[in-house]
């Protein structure tokens, strides 16, 4: 066990100050245009009729502005500042993908809107040198890449972000907690402005004088939140936090100390890590429903591609071709950039493989080469484009049959219980039932339930020959609000040797118009018979 374990839970805030700012920068620069790092550059958004300052760089803090100062006031401390609007879209985007850039040091990446990420390190700081030396490389790198940063380790998510948001670089060791906070002042809490106006009012300067209170009283007068805020900041209790994707079942990586960019090697390393995983899943008798490679870009871009499995999957050559056909398939080519430091290889969805005798079950080799198709087609069009039909239990005819995507309702494809055809029987459903109901102009047929003597379809006139029927359905009036007109159905063949299935839609006498007044139903085409 590692000393990180043993000392229990790590999290490492990070914060990005000036996120708007920066992301603005760098747009600035991508685009070519030229940006004086010294000039002062605010973000203002419309709150309560007003525009205020929502972030600001550097420069403009040091003109005495601040989060929250209107913007007339800001233009008269400087009137040749840069104003930009706010993009809360933007700022959002840009945190997550600088969240997807984190997931190089752990898997366990949450949000801390609207301008900080916690990073689970538990377990995981000695593949980097320690704890000090991964928040030197994160930090570094982030700052290479144009952002402002501010950083702090420690046993619990609130005392971490406590001490990222007053100074950067601190590293509190597990039971420090209280003693690292209490000499700081409030707002590093991020506490409500209310109790922030009211901790002053009575005095309490200090984080220690505020946890130099009794628990009572602090509830009594701020709220059960703010005590269990501040026993957080004090390591004496925590809430865990939401990373944004679930761990994976298994993950593999590799690092590389020169990026590299040629799709020979990145084939090859994906080849080299599918017979890492699967080794790995092999030992527990396991296999992989849900694969995803990361790739990171030296520039921060994570470009990930998944690639689902009709079954477990346990064999390496099955994996790398599917990921062989997702990279054809991608619409997007894998723009390597400068290179990848890093791919990663993971199985977040896993299965007990099912080991079946194959040479003597030709139906268990259908079955394997049958799903070795789906997935390679998916892999290629996109599994929601595969889809097999299931029976529903209704008797409505364009509801009998609900599609759901084929490599997961394959096998329960295969064994449905689909309603057998009657030997020596006509086939009472078509084989194929339009999407949409096609009108027809019926221009005679018998009162009270006949099949039509003649009507039009498609702008040709048609003459029935012969028709069985009616079969009756009714609506589903549990599923409607409002009244569903009852169908008959008739097996047609007309002039021209078609058969086909129409329907009157209500019973005469049944409908009425908006007058309510009765009017005659109207006749549609639903399906052909072979």
């Not at 929502?54 to 209107?70: C, F, Q, S, V, W």
């Amino acid at each position: 066990m590692t000393p990180s374990l043993k000392q229990g839970r790590r999290i490492l805030s990070l914060w990005l100050p000036r996120l708007p700012t920066d992301r603005i920068k760098r747009q600035r620069a991508r685009s070519g245009a030229l940006h004086d790092a010294h000039r002062s550059l605010i973000v203002a958004a419309k709150e309560n009729n007003a525009w205020q300052i929502t972030a600001l760089n550097d420069a403009a803090a040091k003109l005495g502005l601040e989060i929250g100062m209107p913007l007339a006031n800001a233009r008269a401390v400087c009137p040749d500042i840069d104003v930009c609007d706010a993009d809360p879209v933007a700022d959002t985007e840009l945190l997550n993908a600088i969240a997807d850039w984190c997931d190089r040091f752990t898997p366990l990446v949450a949000l801390d809107a609207p301008h900080g990420l916690f990073l689970d390190i538990t377990g995981c700081t000695h593949l980097f040198g320690g704890e000090a030396a991964l928040m030197e490389q994160l930090c570094a790198t982030l700052t290479k890449q144009g952002f402002i940063v501010s950083a702090a380790i420690a046993g619990t998510s609130v005392c971490a972000r406590t001490l990222s948001r007053h100074k950067h670089g601190r590293i509190i060791a597990a039971g420090d907690e209280a003693k690292a906070v209490k000499p700081l002042p409030l707002y590093p809490l991020g506490a409500d402005d209310a109790i922030m106006r009211g901790l002053r009012r009575a005095g309490l300067k200090t984080i220690g004088d505020v946890a130099a209170r009794g628990r009572a009283e602090i509830t009594a007068r701020f709220g059960a939140a703010f005590t269990a805020l501040l026993e957080a900041a004090l390591g004496q209790g925590d809430s865990p936090i939401s990373p944004r994707k679930p761990l994976p079942d298994y993950i593999v990586e590799k690092r590389f100390p020169e990026p590299i960019a040629t799709d020979a090697v990145i084939t090859t390393t994906l080849t080299s890590l599918a017979g890492m995983l699967i080794a790995a899943m092999d030992k527990q008798g396991k296999g992989a429903r849900l694969l995803e490679a990361a790739f990171f870009r030296t520039d921060g871009v994570v470009r990930v591609i998944t690639a689902q499995t009709g079954q477990a999957v346990s064999r390496v050559e099955v994996v790398d071709r599917l990921f062989r056909e997702r990279l054809d398939a991608i619409a997007d080519p894998l723009d390597p950039g400068f290179g990848f430091d890093m791919i990663r290889l993971s199985a977040s969805h896993t299965e007990v493989v099912v080991q079946q005798q194959s040479d003597l079950d030709s139906r268990a080799r259908d079955n394997d080469e049958v799903i070795g198709l789906v997935d390679r087609l998916s892999a290629r069009i996109g599994p929601r484009r595969v889809f097999v039909h299931l029976p529903v239990d209704t008797h409505i005819p364009e509801r009998e049959a609900g599609p759901m995507p084929a490599q997961w309702g394959l096998i329960e494809a295969s064994l449905a219980p689909w309603p057998l055809r009657i030997i020596g029987e006509p086939p009472l459903r078509p084989l194929r039932l339009f999407e949409r109901p096609e009108p027809i102009d019926v221009a005679l047929a018998e009162f009270p339930d006949k099949p039509p003597h003649a009507f039009t379809w498609r702008r040709i006139n048609r003459i029935v020959r012969r028709a069985e029927g009616p079969e009756r359905i009714a609506m589903e009036w549990w599923r409607s609000q409002e009244p569903q007109p009852t169908r008959d159905y008739f097996r047609i063949e007309d002039d021209i040797g078609q058969r086909l299935w129409i329907f009157r839609d209500g019973l005469y006498g049944e409908i009425l118009d908006k007058e309510e007044k009765r009017v005659d139903p109207k006749w549609f085409v639903h399906g052909m018979f072979a």
